[in-house]
């Protein structure tokens, strides 16, 4: 363990991969906050998003929040590919390899197993890719992860999701700074047709149609996608952003190797409580992902869908500004810890 800035760094070392390929010095940077009861049972654990850091989303860990840290130890580590952690941007590994979920879960494993002692997560809470990995979590360590709850993910990246992504790509890798598989300068053109590209799926119809981006003090249409997408991902590294959409679409917790791509099996493995909440206008995760899923969760302690109400797409699952699917959530989250 390591200690940089305001996280720490877990050094896996030479870990082998899904892919066969092993990576090289791996390491995974985390955040911890509240305290480990003497019982070790207090965890939970709360991966990140899409080109997320853990100063992204720790606006959720707060007391008497969602994720309350004077009740439980959270840890956040950060996924690869976001920069703390081993990315393009920070790694001499070239190429990158092809990490997947099921390497990021198997080293934040390792880290709770190996610097904690902790055998039982109280909780594994994810939105979008966060909720991807909880899904992996559920799946393929079934005796260590107590509940799960999934906002805005499911168990495998769907053909339409996909599709989203590849459009995102395309976007991105039109800059003329991608050449032979990288990129070899920062890419603003590129970065600004992805956030243009982004601002069309990650929000509703209904989001536009009613104007609501007013609510949130933008003067016209126009005002709103400049000052809140054209730069969205200017802050990240491009080659980091490939290797994290790399990763969105590899996700299926039925590639974990004990399942062998059979999703019925894989569904069926889990054993912890589960709450599903996608986003009613959710176009990245559809809701009927979740139906298909929530049918085939059979040895689950509880299973249920609660889709958020609202009309703000894939964002109602991170609510750091909307005070109503904030409560939706801490409601439902706070009747799943008491469960």
């Not at 709360?46 to 100063?55: I, K, L």
């Not at 007391?63 to 309350?68: E, F, K, Q, S, V």
């Not at 920070?90 to 099921?102: D, K, R, V």
């Given at each position: 363990m390591a200690t940089s800035g305001d996280y720490q760094v877990f050094h896996a070392g030479d870990a082998l991969l899904q892919s066969g390929v092993v990576f090289p010095s791996l390491r995974l940077a985390y955040k911890t906050?509240?305290?480990?009861?003497?019982?070790?049972?207090?965890?939970?654990?709360?991966?990140?998003?899409?080109?997320?850091?853990?100063?992204?989303?720790?606006?959720?860990?707060?007391?008497?929040?969602?994720?309350?840290?004077e009740r439980f130890f959270i840890v956040i580590p950060n996924l690869f590919g976001n920069g703390l952690s081993s990315s393009p941007s920070?790694?001499?590994?070239?190429?990158?390899?092809?990490?997947?979920?099921?390497?990021?879960?198997?080293?934040?494993?390792?880290?709770?197993?190996?610097?904690?002692?902790?055998s039982t997560i109280a909780l594994v809470y994810g939105w979008s890719m966060g909720g991807m990995q909880a899904y992996h979590w559920a799946a393929c360590h079934p005796d260590m992860v107590e509940r799960a709850a999934i906002v805005c993910g499911s168990a495998r990246c769907s053909p339409y999701n996909h599709v989203f992504l590849e459009g995102v790509k395309a976007a991105l890798t039109a800059d003329p700074a991608f050449r032979d598989g990288r990129f070899v300068a920062r890419p603003a053109a590129g970065l600004r047709a992805m956030g243009r590209v982004y601002a069309g799926w990650a929000m509703s119809h209904a989001y536009y149609?009613?104007?609501?981006?007013?609510?949130?003090g933008f003067s016209s249409l126009e005002d709103?996608?400049?000052?809140?997408?054209?730069?969205?991902?200017?802050?990240?590294?491009?080659?980091?952003?490939?290797?994290?959409?790399?990763?969105?679409?590899?996700?299926?917790?039925?590639?974990?190797?004990?399942?062998?791509?059979?999703?019925?099996?894989?569904?069926?493995?889990?054993?912890?409580?589960?709450?599903?909440?996608?986003?009613?206008?959710?176009?990245?995760?559809?809701?009927?992902?979740?139906?298909?899923?929530?049918?085939?969760?059979?040895?689950?302690?509880?299973?249920?869908?609660?889709?958020?109400?609202?009309?703000?797409?894939?964002?109602?699952?991170?609510?750091?500004?909307?005070?109503?699917?904030?409560?939706?959530i801490t409601a439902e989250i706070s009747a799943l810890l008491q469960s």
């Open positions: 906050y509240g305290t480990l009861n003497a019982r070790k049972d207090n965890v939970i654990v709360y991966p990140t998003s899409f080109s997320a850091q853990h100063t992204d989303t720790e606006w959720l860990v707060q007391r008497g929040g969602i994720l309350d840290p920070n790694s001499e590994a070239t190429p990158f390899p092809a990490i997947s979920y099921h390497d990021a879960v198997a080293i934040q494993r390792r880290l709770l197993v190996e610097q904690f002692g902790i149609r009613d104007e609501v981006w007013r609510d949130f709103y996608l400049t000052r809140s997408w054209d730069e969205a991902f200017s802050r990240r590294d491009a080659n980091d952003l490939l290797a994290q959409i790399g990763i969105w679409q590899r996700g299926d917790i039925s590639q974990c190797p004990e399942f062998g791509g059979d999703m019925v099996r894989a569904l069926a493995a889990i054993k912890a409580r589960v709450l599903l909440m996608p986003g009613q206008t959710d176009r990245y995760f559809d809701v009927s992902d979740n139906e298909e899923e929530i049918s085939r969760l059979v040895n689950a302690k509880s299973a249920e869908l609660r889709p958020i109400p609202s009309i703000h797409g894939h964002r109602a699952g991170n609510p750091v500004n909307n005070p109503a699917d904030r409560a939706f």
